[in-house]
Nanobody, 125 residues
Framework: QAQLVESGGGLVQAGDSLRLSCVVS????????AGWFRQAPGKEREFVAA????????RYADSVKDRFTISRDNAKNTVYLQMNSLKPEDTAVYYC??????????????????WGQGTQVTVSS
């Protein structure tokens, strides 16, 4: 089992930056791929970014490429999402997720095994 707890969300203006953090408490999760998803009101949950266990590879949704950066500190069991040049359309609840397999970059919700409770990001124009 594993528990994921996100933090760092908030209300910002367009063009601002935020950094989300996700602490992963893992008893049986030896290595894991991590991802961030988001869900805006009335919309389906969508993939944002993913990173492999060894940090060798990352993947981003086209909508956030060149603005968002996913990273991780395995010693601290923490995954980060640095969000720059935020836009109103980035407003959503952001979820951290972990997949038991560590060497891939899943982009669909069903490929992840554990989820956090979400943190709200609101970008005003």
């Amino acid at each position: 089992q594993a528990q994921l707890v996100e933090s760092g969300g908030g209300l910002v203006q367009a063009g601002d930056s935020l950094r989300l953090s996700c602490v992963v408490s893992r008893r049986t999760l030896i290595s894991y791929a991590a991802g961030w998803f988001r869900q805006a009101p009335g919309k389906e949950r969508e993939f944002v970014a993913a990173i492999t266990w060894a940090r060798a590879s990352t993947r981003y949704a086209d909508s956030v490429k060149d603005r968002f950066t996913i990273s991780r500190d395995n010693a601290k069991n923490t995954v980060y999402l640095q969000m720059n040049s935020l836009k109103p359309e980035d407003t959503a609840v952001y979820y951290c997720a972990a997949a038991r397999r560590g060497d891939w970059l899943p982009t669909t919700s069903r490929d992840y095994d554990y989820w956090g409770q979400g943190t709200q990001v609101t970008v005003s124009s």
